[in-house]
């Protein structure tokens, strides 16, 4: 049976995961409506700007839809914007920030700054086999706080903090600052196949 994986596609990188997916050899289709989110066995949420995305979430009805079909354990990627709305709390955002809170894990947005302060660097990925990933870093958020259930899979050096959590995971639901669908490693969208494939 092929693998049926849906990108949450209202903005952001919707089109890289897209191929990222379709080179792992599922399925890949768009999800815009509670219809779509039902179809599908798993789920990408992409990097892009979190308060529009989570902005089109509940104008397209998907708020209460994508938070019982996480808690049913839905495996769910999320990358950068993706990573702020899986959160339980999220620091520095709007009163009115969508939280999907499928990882107990405390998010602070734009962390690392603005657009301009964009970088890329090698990161080990306890959960990857392989060399370090490429992390590309774009007005990304960072994790500052995680509950006991939660997977530290990454973490950077920081002027803050030797040990800044760059990349999570608790259950089914896996979270990075960073962009891998911008590079050519398929390897965190494997781990998402992987999940999916558990289920079937």
Known sequence: MTARIGVLALQGDVREHLRMLEDCGVQATKVRTPADLAAVSGLVIPGGESTTIGMLIRRNDL???????????????????????????????????????????????????????????????????????????????????????????????????????????????????????MTDDRRFHTLLVSMVLEDV
Do not use: Y
Request: include cysteine; glycine fraction near 8%.
């Open 63 to 181: 708020e209460e839809p994508l938070r019982a079909a996480l808690r049913g354990g839905l495996p769910v990627l999320g990358t950068c914007a993706g990573m702020i709305l899986l959160a339980r709390e999220v620091l520095d955002g709007r009163p009115d920030q969508v939280s999907l809170a499928a990882i107990d894990m405390t998010v602070r947005r734009n962390a690392f700054g603005r657009q301009v302060d964009s970088f890329e660097t090698a990161v080990p990925v306890s959960a990857l086999a392989g060399p370090p990933v490429t992390a590309v870093f774009i007005r990304a958020p960072w994790v500052e706080r995680v509950g006991p259930d939660v997977e530290v899979l990454a973490t950077v050096e920081t002027q803050d903090d030797p040990d800044t959590i760059v990349a999570v995971r608790q259950g089914k639901a896996v979270a990075t600052s960073f962009h891998p669908e």
